[in-house]
């Protein structure tokens, strides 16, 4: 509709300007013609609709022209139409200058908005008054309803349902000081379960893998935590806490061992393993990555087998939680150099006959 108005606008303007040489009773002349032949294509056919642009510019033309003389012209539209599209187009004139210039405050300033969310976002604790009293603090002067409103359209929750710490939460906070511990099952070819016991170090995610026997006695179960405490000695470990279940393969003198050196032993609840989650994702992970891909021969062969494997996961496996590094190799640098990556060399090395598979540049 624009495109085509702005066509009839220019054509009216030419044409305007062909009238200027012309006399008065030229023109005269010309109207009347003009008048007779529309008065022909009348009789003829049938009353034609404008469309939406020729109305407006008709409107245009003759809105200044009073109601009679409107009668006495000979117009493929009546007179009342002429005049009902003179006054939408005022409406929408008047509409667009109300949309322009809203009522009321301004809105606040995205700069203003992403501060309110960082600090809610960063701190739990903080509803929108202390908020508000943290803007005042650093000159910028906002309403408390403003800061409401922000927080209430995206979602926010008021600070007492923001400031409840979740198991997760508090597993990330205490992360460097929480050693989890679990056993497994695995199955050999003669069809005997041996149980297999590791623990996980949730600061660095360190996988050690203790022992796999077909039976897991206390005495075995202890001499296994004796080792541990030894092995975290060495390695100047920070750990003060051992996450664990409630399986009875955890004894007293289990419990004793870490208590002597002066562990605080963390249960989970009855049924409920996600309070062990990062123990069971590696359980997972090993499940996935080697035992469901291969066949054990024997005990021997598995523990062989889960060796390769925790030598594998501790040095080149790359971990999220780690932004891709492994528990013993710190994040790998980025290749910036152009001429480097266009000649990458790549050598890959197989574990366990290539189950296993860890690719890295060639020296």
């Known amino acids: ?30 109207i009347l013609t003009l008048r007779h032949q ?7 056919t049938g009353r034609p609709r404008a469309p939406q ?22 117009l493929i539209v009546s007179p009342a139409t002429i005049l009902r599209g003179h006054r939408d187009l005022m409406r929408r004139r008047h509409a667009d200058v109300s949309r322009r210039k809203r009522p009321g405050r301004p809105p606040t300033r995205r ?16 509803g929108y008054r202390r908020i508000h009293g943290e803007l005042a603090v650093l000159g910028i002067k906002v309403a408390p309803s403003t800061v409401w409103e922000i927080l209430r359209t995206h979602g926010i929750q008021p600070a007492p349902e923001r400031d409840r710490q979740t198991w997760a939460a508090f597993l990330r906070g205490q992360a460097h000081a929480i050693l989890a511990c679990d056993f497994f099952t695995a199955t050999t070819l003669s069809g005997a379960t041996a149980y297999v016991f590791a623990v996980i170090e949730h600061t660095d995610r360190r996988i050690r893998i203790l022992g796999a026997t077909a039976y897991p006695t206390a005495a075995r179960v202890t001499q296994a935590a004796r080792n541990l405490v030894m092995d975290l000695q060495d390695a100047g470990a920070t750990v ?20 002597a050196e002066g562990f605080e032993m963390v249960t989970t609840g009855i049924r409920v393993p996600r309070m062990n989650s990062i123990m069971e994702r590696w359980v997972q992970t090993c499940r996935h990555e080697l035992l469901d891909r291969t066949l054990i021969w024997n005990l021997p062969h ?20 780690l932004h891709s590094a492994a528990p013993l190799r710190p994040a790998p640098e980025p290749i910036t150099d152009p001429t480097r990556l266009d000649h990458l060399d790549i050598r ?13 540049h060639v020296a």
């Open 1 to 30: 509709m624009l495109l085509r108005l702005s066509y009839l606008a220019v054509s009216s303007v030419f044409a305007f300007i062909r009238l200027l040489p012309m006399n008065d009773v030229d023109k005269d002349i010309e």
């Open 53 to 74: 642009a020729d109305r407006a510019l008709l409107a245009a033309l003759l809105h200044r022209l009073p109601r009679a003389r409107l009668r006495q012209l000979h």
């Open 240 to 259: 003060t806490r051992l996450l664990r279940d409630r399986d009875s393969k955890y004894t007293r003198a289990f419990d004793a061992v870490f208590e």
């Open 111 to 126: 700069s203003i908005q992403a501060l309110v969310l960082r600090l809610a976002r960063e701190n739990g604790g903080w």
């Open 348 to 360: 890959r090395r197989d574990r366990l006959d290539g189950i296993l598979h860890e690719y890295t």
């Open 38 to 44: 529309l008065a022909v294509l009348q009789r003829q």
């Open 302 to 321: 598995l523990l062989h087998a889960l060796g390769e494997f925790e030598s594998f996961y501790n040095e080149h496996r790359p971990h999220r939680a």
